[in-house]
T-cell receptor, first 114, second 115 residues
Framework: GAGVSQTPSNKVTEKGKYVELRCDPI?????LYWYRQSLGQGPEFLIY????????DSGLPNDRFFAVRPEGSVSTLKIQRTERGDSAVYLC????????????FGPGTRLLVL | AQKITQTQPGMFVQEKEAVTLDCTYD???????LFWYKQPSSGEMIFLIY??????QNATEGRYSLNFQKARKSANLVISASQLGDSAMYFC????????????FGTGTRLQVFP
């Protein structure tokens, strides 16, 4: 079946602009995760959804970052007033609901803030 | 605090040889899971293998095996019969079973397979 998909694959924006990154999880996966990967680093956790609700948003760096998952499937990561330091690859992953299930990742969105 | 350490920034291996990528971890949770992911230049994180802290045997998946030494808190990935397509970044990750399911990743090891 289809894997996790993310759009856009690349996004270039100017400092101060607003961006939205979309994630479409694997069908049937109720858990969804967002991670951020800076150059030369491993992914860092941002937020975790179980169904429609954010079960853990402790990784969001500040209040410019927000994510939603209104129908328990597609999720959107929203970044307001982008800064150059937000430039990174944003990865989305999904898994079945049961604890301990493997997370499967999408190809990521490469965000560049000029 | 939970932490993953990968001390090898880069490794080289000749095609058809075996290679071991090191991973050590730190956690106070008695129940946890350890994962290895492969990230080719395309950027996608590909799941390779999983080891649960209470699993009695080391995990194996095809050419991948995990050398799990619980007392040493190490979970090294062994790739047998390396192929040119194995050239990629490899990340070790941990999930504690208490709390949420977020993964904590190491900084990765870049593996290059040469003919």
């Amino acid at each position: 079946g289809a894997g996790v998909s993310q759009t856009p694959s690349n996004k270039v924006t100017e400092k101060g602009k607003y961006v939205e990154l979309r994630c479409d999880p694997i069908s049937g996966h109720t858990a969804l995760y967002w991670y951020r990967q800076s150059l030369g680093q491993g992914p860092e956790f941002l937020i975790y959804f179980q169904g429609t609700g954010a079960a853990d948003d402790s990784g969001l760096p500040n209040d410019r970052f927000f994510a939603v998952r209104p129908e328990g499937s597609v999720s959107t990561l929203k970044i307001q007033r982008t800064e150059r330091g937000d430039s990174a690859v944003y990865l989305c992953a999904s898994s079945f609901a049961e604890k301990g299930e493997t997370q499967y990742f999408g190809p990521g969105t490469r965000l560049l803030v000029l | 605090a939970q932490k993953i350490t990968q001390t090898q920034p880069g490794m080289f291996v000749q095609e058809k040889e075996a290679v071991t990528l090191d991973c050590t971890y730190d956690t106070s949770d008695p129940s946890y899971g350890l994962f290895w992911y492969k990230q080719p230049s395309s950027g996608e994180m590909i799941f390779l293998i999983y080891q649960g802290s209470y699993d009695q045997q080391n995990a194996t998946e095809g050419r991948y095996s995990l050398n799990f030494q619980k007392a040493r808190k190490s979970a090294n990935l062994v790739i047998s019969a390396s192929q040119l397509g194995d050239s990629a970044m490899y990340f070790c990750a941990m999930r504690e079973h208490q709390g949420t399911d977020k993964l904590i990743f190491g900084t990765g090891t870049r593996l290059q397979v040469f003919p």
